[in-house]
């Protein structure tokens, strides 16, 4: 179990910060079994004049782009299409899915065969559907890839029966998306669009699952639809274009998202980034919302100090279950069965004050460096992003070196996260050079100038904490 | 109190060492939740559009997924019992189109036509794929070659090539873990047959006119106007039985069987029939054994329909014995005649004034019970139940032969679908989701009203025509305590240019006071109270889509003041309501015009241009409401229609022989002991090699238990031929080791109460106080421990002993 647990890397959720406003930014996309199309039609994407969804481009699409950038996650759900998919996947390409659900940087929610129906489904269907996807999931992915939260995000209505159930299947919580427009204001007035819901009152608390309710369906926030079946404009945020509009859009995000924290009763939200078969062109979505975080991060409005990072919803469940509690490294004594037992503070406290470590670490990728270029060289695959990457995390560090000392902790953890991204690409290209795995490489949107880290010592840092951990473990001789 | 004692006694999962972490956290500041207890039902966009048609949109198909489900069922069963092969690749294409069935754009029936079609064929596929499984295992079984085949009939049409000649049997497996006893119908050329069960006694069986409205459906190709109509009594449970019909011999004398059944021979008949079957229908196989036991000799009588006896012994095993033989029946409580009932003198002919009469005794069944025929009686009935009909010839009254007089009018309705369109509003627009009628008044149909009334020995049957496109049949099986109403709606006429929304309503003069009750997924039941919401306070709500709640197996309303409970049981999901009191409605069909799903999609079933006929049953059943043995049954019954025993009939072979026949294993069980009643073999599959999935299903509720209602089961003895092993239990999903698995521990604000449906409308406050214990390891020769609700999920280890 504790290989698993190393393995699955479920520290790696975003670290909130106590204070500010965690905004959880959640892409997914929402994929129907059948409804203008057929399932084959949707997966394939014929009947494009019916419909242009088209799911194995989604997978594909969503695939490449989370290999661009660490920070990046994403969100699926229904096991039947994940299937169709993982049946025609070559093995590359499925050991590059299956390390990316074990980094945590794709998530199943739910992860029934479908997101079935509640109000006209009889209960052992609904029980052979989640067995059945959920096994799917367990034979592909392995433990990682177990769900923890339900994710009923579009049904029509929802039944104490199938909560009960959920309960029962050992999900943390429940995702809802439609809630009677009356119940809703209800909800709103007494601060109840988080709830504990009991399934069944003779089964009691074996039946009770925490349920949030979605704030807006599962859709983007108004405007930030980034998908080619939306008409909204992506930002700008090249000031000198005359397109230039990242400010207005921001305001206005930063607008709808405060609105939206009114609602709940902590420093968390959520907020849903897709749509019905959205991210067929993950990566219109994927560098908007890099934008959007960005200017986020940086904007004057940004007064409330928002903390907005990429997260999943069982890294939202976790925040809001470690919200408040003084001492979150008392759970990381039950890591091996809490499902968030592992908490990246009691290895961080340990870590960032240690100097030498840094730049043991530095010395470390500076070593790594050299073998990777060589590697490239002999395997002709030439120049590479990785390669780059590193090179210049090595560079910078180098010439950081010497201030970590007196810098801030958060510039100091800003220096490792890139160095440890940089490391843990590059030694997904040292195999890639050995195996031939994913060719294109290039044409990365990532500006190859310095100016992109001082951007980036803004971000969301968690990742990096265990990361660096990790990478030091298999790198020590 | 004793419940209390339940759980710490019956500890059910959670570590002990979290209970102690739990404390240690307790006084921290985590989110604090609100709390709910009841559910989202009816979805409303908005004040105007409720998503209460989706409850009832596409019925053939809601209807074809149930079915194929038990089929689904019957096929992974067979699979384990019969040690088959791998079929993996099979199941692999069953769990597919059983998943996406599931959809909430699928099942709810919001897809396209020609979704729907492609999916229809896919179940139509699996169906098929399940019945080569079911072949081979029932083969291998009976000891039959391994060539025989067997054919599945057109019910839905009551049509069926194979049982349509002079000579065939048939096979009903049952999946549900007791035996199941029903009435078997097999369309029949217009000949007497002989029924044989397996060890070749002839059983009684009878012939009668299948309705006319079922003959004209179009698709019927079939010239067969008859119907061999018999009781299949406790068919084996996890196992089957065949029959064996075959024509009667011509020597025969046709003369004496068309004797005309006038009404005193059918009582006298019926005389005869309750006495002596009383004695098996409640028979030992089920054991109410939910009663409080004592050391001491207890005598509890109940009264009611199914009136049994039950008298404990020290072996904690309960023999209901009937007490009401037709000798002791007392008189029928008239005390409460309602105007509405039609004069109730027949109750008495139940039997009271004919009990001595033995010329009842000695009448011929053998000669005269085979042909059925039209009465000109204005009642049906069997021991239990008698419908009357009134002088207009419409259903009236209902009277129970324990005193029970209820009202009783069934119609057909429609609401005319609304157009916003039409009337320049900018109102959504109904569709397969929103069910929205133009006004609050329904439509009655009734322009072509015949009543028909049949009599046979086996059933008794009132044919029902409304309209042409609205019909049923009433059915009243001998020893059975259930009306069974067969509807048909279709086509749906749209020539008038307005979508329908076609319902039935079920009229009593019960007074439910705006509550009743529907089940939800099948399983728990929950109240519904006329215009309210639990928890918050609608306004301006749509007093009818607004009420309308998903049926998915069940729907009852209760008049505390009378004792009478009137449930109606669907066999597939339906939207259902009361929206007047003593009245149950349940939509049925709906054809609509218009389209709110924004993408073109509309709900209008078509079959060459003219729109599809639907076909389904309800089972109606009325009891005394404080009988808790009765609310047992209805729990039973509910399974019994959800995982219908399915029928095999041989297929046509000219070697077809009665003497083949009977040398083969024609009775076959797969459960080793007897289960306590309320318990379900939930789930029994092929895990993987040698590893079973097995969920056992404590399916009572506590409203219906006596005593707790826990019930104990030992794996070791459960399966026939096969060893359990190791066990590990895992959650309901099957994809986390119980002991692996730690919920969270969140804060909550306030408490839940005990029982919603006692706290709804009535605000009875009583608390729930449940903790939870530790998981231990399960060792197998422990017994599982159920409680009410209750699904344990095991991976067992196993081998066949032989």
Known sequence: ?477 | MARRATWTAYPVRRSASLAVEHCVHEKETGPVLETKQDDFFPLAYDKHSYTSGMFTSRPTFKHFVREANVFQQTARQLQVVANLGNNDDLFEEFSWIMGVAQDHNVISGAMRPYVKDYYTEKLHLAVQGASVVITEAINKVRGSPTTTEYRLCYFNISSCPNTEVERFYIIIYNSLAWPVTMPVRLPILNKKYDVFDPLGHKIKAVMIKIPDHVMKIPKRRSKVEDELIFIAENIPALGFRSYFVEETNINRKKKSLIKKINKNSQKKYFIRQASKDNLTYFNDNENYDDYDYSKTETKVEFGDIGDVKVTNDNNNVITPKPTRSAQTTKSYDLTKPNENIQEVKNANDFGNDKMADNDAMKYDLEKDSYYSEESSDNFIKNKYIQINIDEYRKISSLNLSNGVNISLDIQFFYYVSDEPAKLNSSKRNPGAYIFRSIDSHPEPIIDDFETTIFKSNVVEEIHCKYSKYASLTLKLYANNPIVEVDWLVGPVSINDDLGKEVFIRYTTDLENKGVFYTDANGRQTVKRIRDRRALYEPYNLDHIAGNYYPVTSRIYIEDMKRNIRVSVFNDRSQGGTSLLDGSIDLMLHRRILTDDSGVQTFLNETENDVGIIVRGTHYLYITKSNYKQNRLFEKKFAKEIELKPQILISKLNRNTDKKKWIILKNEFSSLKTKLPFGVHILTLQKWQTNKLLLRLENYLEQVDVINDGIKKVFLKDLLKNIKLKNVTETVLSANINLKDWTPLQWQINGSFVKNFNDFYGNHKEEFSTDTLGPVRDFNINEAVVLVPQQIRTFIVDFEYEN
């Open chain 1, 1 to 477: 179990m504790i290989g698993y647990q190393r393995l699955c890397k479920h520290e790696q959720c975003p670290v909130t910060r106590d204070g500010a406003l965690n905004v959880h930014i959640i892409p997914h996309s929402h994929m129907d079994a059948g409804w203008v199309k057929t399932f084959d039609d949707y997966y394939y994407g014929t009947k494009s004049s019916v419909s242009s969804a088209n799911v194995q481009l989604i997978y594909h699409s969503v695939l490449s782009e989370l290999l661009h950038d660490k920070r990046r996650k994403f969100t699926f759900s229904e096991t039947a299409y994940f299937w169709r998919w993982w049946k025609e996947q070559r093995g590359t390409t499925r050991a590059t899915f299956r390390s990316l659900v074990a980094e945590g940087r794709i998530e199943f929610a739910g992860g029934g065969w479908v997101q079935s129906d509640e109000a006209t489904v009889d209960y052992l269907q609904l029980l052979d559907q989640y067995t059945w996807g959920l096994r799917k999931l367990n034979d592909t992915l392995g433990p990682c890839g177990k769900p923890k939260a339900a994710w009923q995000i579009d049904t029509y209505g929802h039944t104490r029966e199938h909560t009960s159930l959920l309960a029962q299947m050992g999900f943390d919580g429940l995702f809802i998306g439609r809630v009677e427009h009356r119940e809703r204001e209800t909800m709103i007035e007494e601060d109840k669009m988080e709830f504990m819901w009991r399934g069944s009152d003779v089964l009691g608390k074996m039946s009770d699952i925490m349920t949030h309710t979605l704030y807006n369906l599962y859709n983007a926030p108004e405007g930030f639809c980034f998908d080619f079946l939306c008409s909204d404009e992506p930002i700008v945020e090249d000031p000198d274009s005359k397109s230039y509009n990242a400010d207005k859009r921001v305001n206005d995000f930063i607008t709808q998202i405060e609105r939206q924290a009114k609602y709940y009763d902590h420093d968390n939200i959520m907020v849903t980034m897709g749509g019905d078969f959205t991210y067929q062109s993950a990566a219109n979505w994927f560098i908007n919302i890099d934008k959007l975080i960005n200017h986020v991060t940086t904007h004057p409005a940004n007064m409330s100090d928002i903390n907005i990072f990429y997260s999943t919803p069982s890294c939202y469940l976790k925040s809001v279950y470690l919200y408040g509690r003084r001492d979150k490294a008392l759970y990381t004594e039950k890591a091996d069965h809490l499902p968030y037992g592992s908490d990246v503070n009691t290895y961080w406290t340990g870590f960032y004050t240690s100097r030498p470590s840094l730049k043991y670490l530095s010395k470390r990728a500076h070593a790594f460096l050299q073998v990777v270029k060589q590697l490239s060289v002999l395997s002709r695959m030439g120049d590479s992003y990785e390669l780059h990457l590193l090179r210049h995390a090595v560079g910078l560090v180098l010439h950081h070196d010497a201030i970590t000392g007196t810098s801030q902790q958060r510039v100091a953890n800003d220096f490792i996260r890139i160095l440890s991204e940089a490391i843990e690409a590059c030694s997904k290209k040292v195999s890639q050079f050995l195996s031939v795995l994913t060719p294109t490489w290039g044409g990365s949107r990532r500006p190859k100038n310095s100016q992109q880290f001082i951007i980036c010592h803004q971000l969301n840092i968690s990742q990096c904490r265990s990361n660096v951990l990790w990478t030091l473990e298999i790198s020590s001789p």
